[in-house]
């Protein structure tokens, strides 16, 4: 793009050039669109339903413009299967980096090669405690509609990312838990176990292009639960595992040597620690590293369902975040508040072009 050119810094006249190319650009990107983005230009006007296509429009013109973009991923959508345009975004390199947390991480994989074996419930508010400890009993645990099976998804898992863990520890390595789960995938050990098409699989995807990933509190999953397990048993260092310290600290480098021009961008599903985490980097390095060059996250969207609420951290309006040193006045905000499970295919399917 014309704006990474010596000659654009160098003069206004090529300023207006590449002005105008972006806007060009731009324009061609909306007579392009495919059916599903034509639809939500058409009929998405007001309300929630207008906060999305503003929120679209600004991701693509963030990336129009050279700059980078962070997904942040809350809840359970890789349960919900959000791979299925996720996937495609990491393809495209419409994101650059991925924070989430550690049960996003696994469960894309759980439902790579145990999709089959999961059981939809669809009167799920109709269930007593007796039958939810029917569900227990065999082995399904319980995301909303969506049952896990355990032995197919989590155990399936557990006897190839153990020998992973064995192997590293043995020779003293130390790696990232999404590092861990990228060895898994790019060895093919469990192709034979696939059970939806791997395009749709959105660590997949990510593994090939090795993109970055941070995760806050990555104990708190069914992996970490287990490799706890190990290191309790005394079978395998915790060491052997880089912390959620050591994942700030990378990001903070990350961070500096990315978010020149215009920036990185910050497109929040959810709330919790998978969004506070990251975000939190920009204050970090501002206050206290001192680093007063560093610039405010550059693009802010939030879909949540979360109403704003005394402490509130998923519910709190993008402005509460100028207080915190995170975003800057003038960064572009946007709050999308409704179900992430809807609106974060659309807004990618519109991102995509489809």
Known sequence: MCVNSPAFSASGGWRDLCFKEVFLRSIFKSMSKGPVSQFIQHQYRHFNAAALVDAAKGYEQHLLEGGKMMITMAGAMSTAELGISLAEMIRQDKVQIIS??????????????????????????????????????????????????????????????????????????????????????????????????????????????NLPIVIGGWEDSTMGNIFASYVYKGEI???????????????????????????????????????????????????????????????????????????????????????????DIKTPKYIIESDATIVAPLVFAYVLGW
């Open 237 to 327: 260092k915790a060491g052997t595992m880089k912390s959620g310290i050591e994942y700030m600290v990378w990001l903070a480098n990350y961070y500096k040597e990315n978010s020149a021009g215009k920036g990185i961008g910050f497109f929040q599903i959810g709330g919790g620690i998978a969004g506070d985490f990251p975000i939190c980097v920009v204050p970090m390095m501002y206050q206290d590293l001192e680093m007063h060059e560093i610039p405010f996250w550059s693009y802010f969207c939030q879909i949540s369902d979360s109403t704003t609420s005394y402490g509130s951290y998923s519910g709190a309006h993008p402005n509460e975040k100028i207080t915190w040193g995170k975003l």
């Open 100 to 209: 989430c947390t550690g049960a996003n991480l696994e469960e894309d994989i759980m439902n790579l090669v145990a999709h089959n074996h999961y059981e939809r419930i669809p009167n799920w508010r109709d269930l007593t405690p007796e039958m939810e400890w029917d569900l227990l009993e065999r082995g399904l645990n319980r995301v909303t509609d969506t049952c896990i099976p355990e032995e197919e998804a989590f155990r399936r898992i557990q006897r190839h990312i153990h020998k992973i863990w064995k192997d590293a520890d043995d020779k003293g390595e130390r790696y990232f838990p999404h590092e861990y789960m990228y060895k898994l995938l790019l060895s093919e050990v469990m192709k034979p176990d696939y059970q939806i098409d791997p395009k749709d699989s959105w660590m997949i995807a990510a593994a090939e292009k």
